[in-house]
């Protein structure tokens, strides 16, 4: 039995997570949760899982939800302040930690769960992106595994599994294009945040479905692939397949190529990070060749003349350091202003070209927790100045 520690339990990933627990109630208990502020749901995840403690960033709504439960009666420890998510993260009940809180907040959690010599099955794509340099050696020191959960990631996982990574050519990642596939530049010039979010394929959280749109989730994905299968960016495509059937594909030094193959959604891939080494049972519908959106699968290049934020993902992954921690932070910034309706959709863009330039010079700076920690803090002070103007 695995004993996990969800961090992010009440967001999109967090919660297909309990629902495989739910499933396999004999092969998953639940020891820690964590949420932001969402504590309605996190309270009644509580509820039914009975974890030993829970985490709450918002230190108010922690207090709140911490007095409703000892007047039930109920004896989950609540922890909260910004730190809280790294206390459930460590828990000495758990062996497996669940990486699923949305951007950068997500990286000092699993950096103490690997300190602490926790399996991670890991969604966080920022963990990686900003944190990479430190998190991979640490995670090697440790003995620790990291299991991507990312569909695309864990598809590229299960490729080298049967094909060997030493024969590994090149990595094909593959993205549906989101929203605005096939769209000229000018195009994107009056996008609402209501067409940016209509995502035709997956449901995701707002911050995650904007860099779908604008791309950088894929920008993301590249450099996360770099670390996770120490692979340089030249040798990282990103193809755009819009049935989202193929979730990604290797080709071998042979000419060969391996795809993973399935129906979109997230369960398979926690499933197979959270039963790794084995293959867990099916727990929703198997994928069927011949259904619906199977006979006409299609592949095309990714176009960097609009989606220029993939270029820059590009550049910041080869250069490396502490730029790829700014430029998240940027967007992470940028992407929270556009949804609150601040500013124009491809301001986020040009927000984020504009401070990566202003830290130009930290790309050969070592990255450390710490160092990491102040370059996110400095590049959001400087995207917040550039978005007030």
């Not at 779908?212 to 193809?239: P, Q, Y």
Request: aromatic share 6%; with cysteine.
């Amino acid at each position: 039995m695995r004993r996990l520690s969800i961090l992010g339990s009440t967001g999109s990933i967090g919660q297909q997570t309990l629902e495989v627990c739910r499933k396999a109630p004999a092969d998953f208990t639940v020891e820690g949760l964590s949420c932001g502020s969402d504590t309605d749901t996190l309270y009644e995840q509580i509820k039914e899982f009975n974890p030993k403690a829970a985490a709450v960033s918002n230190p108010e709504k922690g207090a709140e939800l911490a007095k409703r439960l000892k007047e039930e009666g109920i004896k989950t420890e609540i922890y909260t302040g910004p730190d809280a998510s790294s206390v459930v993260a460590e828990l000495s009940s758990c062996d497996t930690v669940v990486g699923a809180i949305v951007g950068f907040a997500g990286l000092k959690p699993v950096y103490h769960a690997i300190k602490a010599g926790k399996t991670i099955a890991l969604a966080n794509k920022e963990t990686l992106v900003s944190g990479g340099d430190f998190i991979m050696p640490l995670a090697k020191e440790k003995g620790v595994d990291i299991l991507p959960v990312d569909s695309e990631h864990s598809a590229i996982w299960q490729c080298l599994r049967n094909g060997d990574e030493k024969n590994l050519d090149r990595i094909l990642i593959t993205a549906s294009g989101g929203p605005f596939r096939g769209k000229k530049r000018e195009d994107l010039l009056d996008v609402t945040c209501e067409k940016a979010l209509a995502h035709p394929t997956w449901k995701m959280g707002g911050k995650i479905t904007i860099d779908s749109a604008t791309m950088m989730n894929k920008g993301l994905e590249i450099i996360e692939a770099h670390h996770l299968f120490g692979v340089d960016a030249d040798r990282i495509d990103v193809v755009v397949h819009p049935q989202s059937v193929v979730h990604s594909m290797v080709r071998l030094k042979d000419g060969s190529v391996l795809a993973q193959m399935g129906r979109p959604s997230m369960i398979l891939p926690i499933l197979v990070a959270l039963y790794y080494p084995e293959r867990g049972p099916a727990v929703t519908r198997p994928f069927d060749p011949f259904e619906a959106g199977c006979n006409n699968l299609t592949f095309e290049k990714c176009d960097t003349g609009v989606f220029r934020l993939v270029g820059l993902a590009y550049e910041v992954g080869k250069k490396g350091g502490l730029l790829p921690a700014v430029m998240n932070a940027a967007n992470e910034t940028a992407v929270m202003a556009f949804l609150d309706g601040k500013i124009g959709f491809l301001d986020i863009e040009k927000t984020v070209y504009e401070v990566c330039d202003m830290f130009a010079g930290l790309s050969g700076q070592k990255a450390d927790i710490e160092s990491v920690t102040g370059a996110d803090s400095e590049a959001r002070i400087k995207a917040l100045e550039i978005l007030r103007k």
